[in-house]
């Protein structure tokens, strides 16, 4: 066993890189120099946790340490490249952010998921096809190229694969009819136009594993019968961008992907654009606006030809499948549901990330055994599920399994996969007029009850969070979102409204509240006050955080909140140490 089998993995996708770990792999190889291999690689979805550096050792042992600073990496690397024949005590060195894959955290959130998707994300380095080979990479579109379409077709509708990017249409379905079509051009594309907030799974797998989404592209296009395929991601995510380029260059220039011909375009970042129809209209570089359907892109999309559009997710569970089995994918999951679906992880959560789990698994598990519970020890309020057009569970219903069936019925949607978790303290009110603002200013305004709609009904929301509802608003905003929902052409529209159906079927005593002036959450700054209880000390750090000098500085005496100059930014409240601030609404 010698020092040279030692391989230290460093994560450096956009999470890795924005907490610093570029320091800590120019730390590694200073400290590894060529005793062992520092190897770049993407996230592994643990972003709470990073920097995080994985060292795998001579027999497979694996260790692995979490927010690792540029200090810390040296003493890792002391750890574990010592001699063989120092005792045992001289080798040990520091256990500081070492996480066990066995038991605690680590063991929670990464043993109780099903990686399909995510399988590479955090093994490999992306930029590396020879690692993505080693990994069976390729070898599904191998497979396929020897077997007939219509095999291919049957194995992914065997499978159960709905689309994971919304609606969740039969992949096979869609793909089937794509094939059937007789016009000899036809294209396949990629969409990778991820805009929700809080979500950010296709960002993830394509800086992370580029090969497998492009692998999944060119079986859909051997599938369907293209020679032209579209990576549509949007510019935002230039790490993602760079990746996905350099992928296709190392597989083209390996004769990976025959005759078929792979572009990336870049999105200009419009929400809109994440709709299947206004895709096409950017790509043919006019302003992204969604199209009546029918026709469907299958029948006519890009250019006029038939057009396969699936999103980074969908394309990522393809290659597994055909390696796999038909019946290995379809094993997991729900009667209608089945496969893993993956999950952006955001908000109150102890362990914020991305994960991947079998469908089916509760809203609960995932947020209280994977997740870990709510940070600070808080109530568990609800989760906004599906993106800015999803809906918001409450936490009573929690036990509610994530799958496009049961999620339904409760007024949300699977979207995307943005799950962001809500606690005691977020105004339900305050988080419907929060997405519904984006929904409203990323509508392209084709539509007249979107464009028209959405915005009297954002004026209804931001009047209840001032303080000056009228009491038939409850009811103008039902009858709103259902003339949206009705009446909009795509389903940016259509769904716009559920962020507030779903707030005020669950918690219409919070907006019953507004209309009496009162914020229950102590959110809304114009329904709220800042005051100071019993337990002040006169420590003046709440006068000193103010910025707005709001308290005065009297030190060793009560001090008090000026309510005309407080701006309700929460500072003082942050900065005390003895829980004296309170917020109160009248």
Request: proline share 5%; aromatic share 6%.
């Amino acid at each position: 066993m010698t020092q040279s089998a030692v391989e230290i993995r460093i994560g450096l996708g956009s999470c890795g890189v924005a907490s610093g770990g570029e320091p800590v792999r120019t730390a590694l190889r200073q400290a590894a120099g060529a005793r062992a291999t520092v190897k770049t690689v993407g996230c592994n979805g643990m972003c709470h946790c990073e920097p995080m550096v994985e060292v795998v050792e001579p027999g497979g042992r694996v260790t692995l340490y979490g927010n690792v600073t540029a200090e810390s990496a040296h003493r890792i690397v002391r750890k574990h490249l010592r001699p063989a024949w120092l005792p045992a005590w001289a080798r040990s060195g520091s256990s500081e952010h070492q996480l066990d894959r066995q038991t605690g955290p680590a063991a929670s959130y990464l043993g109780q998921q099903k990686r399909i998707v995510l399988e590479n994300c955090g093994e490999i380095d992306p930029l590396n096809i020879d690692d993505y080979l080693a990994r069976a990479g390729y070898q599904a579109l191998a497979k396929c190229r020897e077997l007939p379409p219509e095999e291919v077709i049957a194995a992914i509708a065997n499978s159960g694969l709905r689309g994971r990017g919304g609606a969740g249409f039969p992949t096979g379905t869609k793909w089937k009819i794509a094939a059937a079509n007789s016009d000899p051009v036809k294209y396949v594309v990629c969409n990778g136009d991820e805009g929700d907030p809080g979500a950010f799974m296709d960002r993830l797998v394509l800086e992370s594993d580029p090969h497998r989404v492009l692998e999944g592209l060119a079986i859909a296009a051997h599938a369907v019968g293209a020679t032209q395929g579209y990576l549509y991601i949007r510019a935002e995510y230039p790490l993602a961008v760079r990746h996905t380029r350099a992928a296709i260059q190392q597989a083209a220039g390996r004769g990976l992907l025959g005759a078929l011909h792979v572009e990336v375009r870049e999105g200009a970042g419009a929400f809109v654009c994440g709709e299947e129809t206004a895709l096409i209209q950017s790509l043919e570089g006019k302003r992204g606006m969604p199209t009546l359907r029918p026709p469907y892109p299958v029948e006519r999309g890009f250019r006029g030809k038939p057009t396969v559009i699936n999103n980074v997710e969908t394309l990522a569970c393809v290659p597994w499948i055909l390696r796999h089995g038909a019946g290995a994918f379809a094993a997991f999951g729900t009667k209608n549901s089945r496969g893993t679906k993956v999950f952006a992880l955001a908000g109150k959560i102890n362990r914020g990330g991305l994960i991947e789990v079998p469908m089916g698994i509760t809203i609960r598990h995932v947020v209280e055994e994977i997740g870990g519970g709510i940070k600070h020890g808080r109530q568990f309020k609800a989760v906004q599920l599906g993106g800015p057009s999803g809906g918001c569970i409450p936490a009573c219903l929690a036990d509610t399994p994530i799958d496009y069936d049961a999620l339904a019925q409760t007024g949300a949607i699977m979207g995307s996969g943005g799950l962001v978790v809500l606690d005691e303290r977020d105004c339900m009110v305050d988080i419907a007029r929060f997405f519904l603002k984006f929904t409203q200013a990323e509508s392209c305004g084709k539509c007249t009850f979107c464009r028209i709609g959405t915005k009297r009904m954002l004026e209804i929301l931001e009047r209840l969070c001032a303080g000056e509802g009228r009491r038939d608003d409850l009811e103008k905003l039902a009858t709103l979102a259902d003339y949206v929902s009705r009446g909009s052409l795509c389903g940016l529209g259509q769904t716009a409204p559920n962020p507030v159906l779903t707030t005020l079927k669950y918690f219409r005593e919070e907006y019953e509240a507004h209309l009496e002036g009162r914020c229950p959450a102590g959110r809304c700054p114009a329904l709220i006050r800042y005051r100071v209880n019993a337990n002040c000390i006169g420590c003046t750090l709440c006068a000193q955080a103010c910025p707005v000098g709001a308290i005065s500085f009297r030190p060793y005496e009560k001090h008090e909140v000026d309510h005309h100059l407080c701006t309700r930014c929460d500072m003082c409240r942050q900065a005390c140490q003895d829980d004296a601030i309170e917020v109160v609404s009248p």
